[in-house]
């Protein structure tokens, strides 16, 4: 069974680039698409983009262009980059595999943005 | 984008009720609608995928149900371990979306 593992900074400051990476374990990148969702505090989950393991990728536009997702296969990790954060981007973030549907998810990481 | 609007926000219910959740999709999502729960301090679990098709290892007391663009989730005898929150998500077309959140509580 495929697991997923978020790392990253657990703080950010405004202005700055948040950076995670998801580990997975159990099974291969390829051949699967990989999703990035995101929570709030006290709040809903938010999609922000995914990555197939070939490299495309697509966002939620209501993040512009601040996405940035990739991914090693080699490494067998993706990632997420968002650039120009502010506290609205303090959220619990998490990997997940899949697309149509996110059969498998990471525990979460919690990034907060605060100087 | 498609919007997917979630009800009710909150239900109170007791074990063994009966519970239905619904979610209606501002346009067409075909059968690209799935059931997710999440329970305090840990990540969603897929419970329904394609409106209707029940993750290997959910058990049966789970169901979803299409007609048209509203969905329904319905659990068949409310567990102690079912208390939690659901969202529904959109992923016919991007942006993916997901519901408010039902929030069932103990009654």
């Known amino acids: 069974q495929v697991q997923l593992q978020e790392s990253g900074p657990g703080l950010v400051k405004p202005s700055e680039t948040l950076s995670l990476t998801c580990s997975v374990s159990?099974?291969?990148?390829?051949?699967?698409?990989w999703t990035w969702v995101r929570q709030p505090p006290g709040k809903g989950l938010e999609w922000i983009g995914y990555?197939?393991?070939?490299?495309?990728?697509n966002h939620n536009p209501s993040l512009k262009s601040r996405v940035t997702v990739s991914v090693d296969t080699s490494k067998n990790q993706f990632s997420l980059n968002l650039t120009s954060v502010t506290a609205a981007d303090t959220a619990v973030y998490y990997c997940?595999?899949?697309?149509?549907?996110?059969?498998?998810w990471g525990s979460g990481t919690t990034v907060t943005v605060s100087s | 984008d498609i919007q997917v609007t979630q009800s009710p926000s909150s239900l109170f219910a007791s074990v063994g009720d009966r519970v239905s959740i619904s979610c209606r999709a501002s346009q067409s999502v075909n059968y690209y609608l799935n059931w997710y729960q999440q329970k305090p301090g840990t990540a969603p679990k897929l419970l329904i995928f394609f409106a209707s098709n029940l993750k290997s290892g959910v058990p049966s007391r789970f169901s979803g149900s299409r007609s048209g663009t509203d969905f329904t989730l319905t659990i068949s005898g409310l567990q102690p371990e079912d208390f939690a929150t659901f969202y529904c998500?959109?992923?016919?077309?991007?942006?993916?979306?997901f519901g408010q959140g039902t929030k069932v509580q103990i009654k």
């Open positions: 998500e959109q992923t016919y077309s991007i942006p993916h979306n």
């Open positions: 997940a595999k899949g697309l149509d549907y996110l059969a498998v």
């Open positions: 990555i197939y393991y070939s490299g495309a990728t």
């Open positions: 159990g099974g291969s990148l390829t051949n699967y698409y």
